[in-house]
């Protein structure tokens, strides 16, 4: 129940799949034109997670405890940070989005929003992700962001045959 999250090493797997995801905008196919002009100058990504509900079930929380709640939380907020840091990086290595001095004081305003929600505590995990969103942050405003859009956080759950699936 209280095992602890490699936090690194997530934090590692989100760079490597922004990276990945990041150097194949410019290649996916879209459905129609308006989306890929869009998806050119806003480069957005997909970045999400999946057995949400058989972390928390193997950790012994329920889906709508206290403690399900933060982890899910602290485990958004981790991914977002960590998200939106690579793209900062990747912004300062060959350039932010099309669209992002357009954008720039905007984003920034709904990007200091998330910190703000996360959890302020003591534990390990929100003094790691405090820490990387000032980071994250501070990279952003100095160098922009390679991408206007790192998550989407889809309902991915679904039973096949009365056996859960992905939650």
């Known amino acids: 129940k209280n095992q602890a999250v490699d936090l690194q090493k997530c934090g590692d797997a989100i760079e ?3 990276v990945a995801m990041e150097s ?8 129609t034109q308006a989306i890929t002009e869009n998806s050119h100058k806003l480069r957005p990504l997909g ?4 057995n949400l509900g058989a972390l928390l079930m193997s950790r012994g929380y329920g889906y709508d405890s206290d403690e399900g709640r933060q982890l899910a939380a602290n485990i958004t907020s981790l991914m977002t940070a960590a998200g939106y840091w690579t793209s900062a990086r990747l912004a300062q290595a060959v350039g932010p989005f099309a669209e992002f001095e357009k954008n720039k004081e905007d984003m920034l305003v709904v990007l200091k929003k998330h910190p703000q929600a996360t959890e302020v505590s003591t534990s390990y995990f929100s003094v790691f992700t405090w820490a990387l969103w000032e980071e994250t942050l501070r990279l952003g405003k100095e160098h922009g962001y390679r991408n206007a859009q790192i998550s989407l956080l889809a309902p991915t759950g679904c039973v096949v045959s009365e056996t859960l699936i992905l939650t």
Do not use: E, N, R, W
């Open 24 to 31: 194949i905008v410019s290649y996916a196919k879209y459905p």
């Open 47 to 50: 970045l999400g997670y999946a």
């Open 16 to 18: 490597t799949f922004i």
